[in-house]
Nanobody, 121 residues
């Protein structure tokens, strides 16, 4: 069994900052790509940022220069530092990870339950 748990969401004023965390736990052998997605009301889920095991990163154009993705492989945790937040960043943020399980060595993609980020004055 593998679980992804996000934390760090909340209400913040425009221009403010939040730091999201995604902690993976369970029967983990190795974690490859980790990704943050978000879904705003009435919109499709979209990719925000992704990071490889080696630290290579990619960002959606809408967050470049404002958001920073990082990870701690020893702690099986991913982060998203969000600065200069805008109302249009309001969404539920989900983490996603490609994980190989111990013993079976089966590779699967897992999702967290999501954390709400609301940017409003």
């Amino acid at each position: 069994q593998v679980q992804l748990v996000e934390s760090g969401g909340g209400l913040v004023q425009p221009g403010g900052s939040l730091r999201l965390s995604c902690a993976a736990s369970g029967n983990i052998f190795r974690i490859y790509d980790m990704t943050w997605y978000r879904q705003a009301p009435g919109k499709q889920r979209e990719l925000v940022a992704t990071i490889s095991r080696g630290g290579n990163t990619n960002y959606a154009d809408s967050v470049k220069g404002r958001f920073t993705i990082s990870r701690d492989n020893a702690e099986n945790t991913m982060y998203l530092q969000m600065n200069s937040l805008k109302p249009e960043d309001t969404a539920v943020y989900y983490c996603n990870a490609v994980i190989i399980e111990k013993v079976t060595l089966i590779q699967s993609r897992y999702w967290g339950q999501g954390t709400q980020v609301t940017v409003s004055s």
